[in-house]
């Protein structure tokens, strides 16, 4: 469990989660493959692969792009960022989960892009699409209950699709 200063930097938190990046090995990133293609496995053909080879692509990405990451981040995090991240990172989860948590921290407070990449095809066609810095997601309505999705945490903004 990671404690959090009442003025958490921007800075303080990408090394948080670089040091815990840090930790991760080749297994667990080969887990994180195989428990996925394991979630996926009923997801109707016509898009599983790419899909999956998409969400895998991203996460390892984001994964490399965090543990590499130089850049520096001015400013602290905002009252509802902070809950946000120790929500995530403390979550009673596996390893796997954890590492997906980090990977969803990195991608909405550093990088501010949605959890799923625009051109992200969902069931019924519908895909996430961004215009100006703005991203749109077509299922994120249907999931923002759901305890277990990371809906909640996507910078992406829900819309019908249609």
Do not use: W
Not at 46 to 69: A, C, G, H, P, Q
Not at 92 to 120: C, M, Q, R, W
């Amino acid at each position: 469990m990671i404690n959090f200063d009442d003025n958490l930097s921007y800075n303080h938190l990408k090394k948080i989660l670089q040091d815990e990046v840090k930790k991760v090995n080749i297994d667990q990133l080969y887990e994180i493959t195989y428990k996925f293609n394991e979630d996926m496995k009923y997801l109707p053909r016509e898009y599983k692969k790419s899909y999956t080879e998409s969400i895998l692509k991203v996460i390892l990405s984001r994964f490399i792009r965090l543990k590499n990451d130089e850049s520096f981040y001015d400013g602290f995090l905002n009252d509802d960022e902070k809950k946000n991240v120790q929500e995530l990172i403390n979550k009673d989860k596996d390893n796997i989960t954890y590492i997906l948590n980090i990977t969803v921290i990195y991608a909405s407070i550093f990088l501010k892009e949605p959890i799923h990449l625009p051109g992200t095809i969902f069931p019924g066609q519908k895909s996430i699409y961004a215009e100006g810095q703005e991203y749109y997601c077509p299922i994120k309505k249907y999931h923002l209950n759901n305890k277990d999705a990371l809906c909640k945490y996507c910078i992406a903004i829900a819309y019908d699709g249609d």
